[in-house]
């Protein structure tokens, strides 16, 4: 298993993660603003099947994905350095849903999930801000896409952005320190740093997932982790 995380991830979070997979450790540079530049989740999007990658994606990936059997197809939305040019394939996806402010979605990510039904919020940094437990329960750092998704009768965990750690911004978010893979939430970071500590334990284990913290320091931002069986 391939387990894609950005380069800057903390070392100590690295180590345990390589004896669950192989990383592939993504960086970039002069595309996006350098806080988010080794964030997978904004420059791939998992659907289905395969990963979404924008076109300007540096090609040492596609080659690696290649060269692993990953699949992939690519977008056709160039990021850029400002939003919303740098939210394209930001969105959050499950087996049912497209979550993401549809207005910045790239077209190829829009058919890929053509037969899902789309949920359109204002939140275009969809998946940084929410984490997709399964088709019905959420755990979102947005109050409006929280908000959107409780009106749905969907469950919804709210965890405020205070004390996750982004370098370069004020604060990350929580969908951006996790992965999940095999009915396991990987978060980068303890959540004994969170004040909403016991509703996160409580909703997680009410979804009938296992926590898996990849050490002892506050939640990071590394804009996702994302599990690749190939």
Known sequence: MWIIVDKRMPVQAKNKLKTFGDLIEFESSGIVYEAISGHPDIFMCPAGNELILAPNIPEIYPQIFS???????FGTKPLGNKYPRTAHYNAAVSDKYLIHNIKHTDEALLQK??????????QAYTRCNLLVMDDNSFITS??????????LKLNVCYVSPENIVLPG????????????HQKKLFISGSLTYLNAKNNVIDFVEKCG???IELYNGPLFDTGGLFFINS
């Open 209 to 211: 997932y296992d926590i």
């Open 169 to 180: 911004f004020p604060n990350g978010f929580f969908g951006g320190c996790c992965g999940i």
């Open 67 to 73: 060269g692993n059997s990953i699949p992939f197809a």
């Open 142 to 151: 947005d109050s409006f896409t929280g908000n959107l998704l409780h009106k």
């Open 113 to 122: 999930c053509k037969n899902k039904t789309v949920i359109n919020t204002r």
